[in-house]
């Protein structure tokens, strides 16, 4: 079945910039999304489709796509983005989905 | 404002049944897919099932196949789980979601316990 990988955790300072990778075979011919999850807490959605940002979502939280690897960048980071984040993708064989394993975003 | 609740979550023994509701508001319900969405304790999350906007498509996990059914009733804007032969690795938060490809946006969440 398909698999999205992602680093266990990233830890940055504050200010700093953090970079999230998701990789997967597919990722080229699918849109990639991504999520942040704070404990005890549903998901959100912080970047859709490779790199838009919905409406809410501060302008610190982009996205890019290169090949079979997606990254979400987080510029400037604060202590309030000490999360776990996620990313997500169609199923590149049925109308199912897929995510990643999550990574855990670790503000120092 | 766009709203999803679940219901029906609780303890079960393992083998047993359950069946989680979601309701939904706030947009047209039957212009869109829905999912089920899960998280075990400390885990990451799991896509479970989805449903065609007119339930005609139903796709599912391989983990549930056979024992998970998703329905939904397009004229009470809600959606629906069937857990049959429930196992200790069903433990988890279900979320019902909204699916455009994407999951915006998400529903507080139902816990299920399998454990005798």
């Known amino acids: 079945s398909y698999e999205l990988t992602q680093p266990p955790s990233v830890s940055v300072s504050p200010g700093q910039t953090a970079r999230i990778t998701c990789s997967g075979d597919a990722l080229p011919n699918q849109y990639a999304y991504w999520y942040q999850q704070k404990p005890g807490q549903a998901p959100v959605l912080v970047i859709s489709k490779d790199s838009e940002r919905p409406s809410g979502i501060p302008e610190r939280f982009s996205g890019s796509s290169a090949g079979t690897t997606v990254t979400l960048i987080i510029s400037g980071v604060q202590a309030e983005d000490e999360a776990d984040y996620y990313c997500q993708s169609p199923d590149s064989n049925s109308n199912g989905r897929v995510f990643g394993g999550g990574t855990k975003l670790t503000v120092l | 404002e766009v709203q999803l609740v679940e219901s029906g979550g609780g303890l079960v023994q393992p083998g047993g049944s359950l069946r989680l509701s979601c309701a939904v508001s706030g947009f047209t319900f039957n212009y869109y897919w829905m999912s089920w969405v899960r998280q075990a304790p400390g885990k990451g999350l799991e896509w479970v099932a989805n449903i065609k906007k007119d339930g005609s498509e139903r796709n599912y996990v391989d983990s549930v196949k056979g024992r998970f059914t998703i329905s939904r009733d397009n004229a009470k804007n809600s959606v629906f789980l069937q857990m049959n032969s429930l196992r200790a690795e069903d433990t988890a938060v279900y979320y019902c979601?909204?699916?455009?490809?994407?999951?915006?946006?998400w529903g507080q969440g139902t816990l299920v316990t399998v454990a005798s």
């Open positions: 979601v909204r699916d455009a490809g994407w999951f915006d946006p």
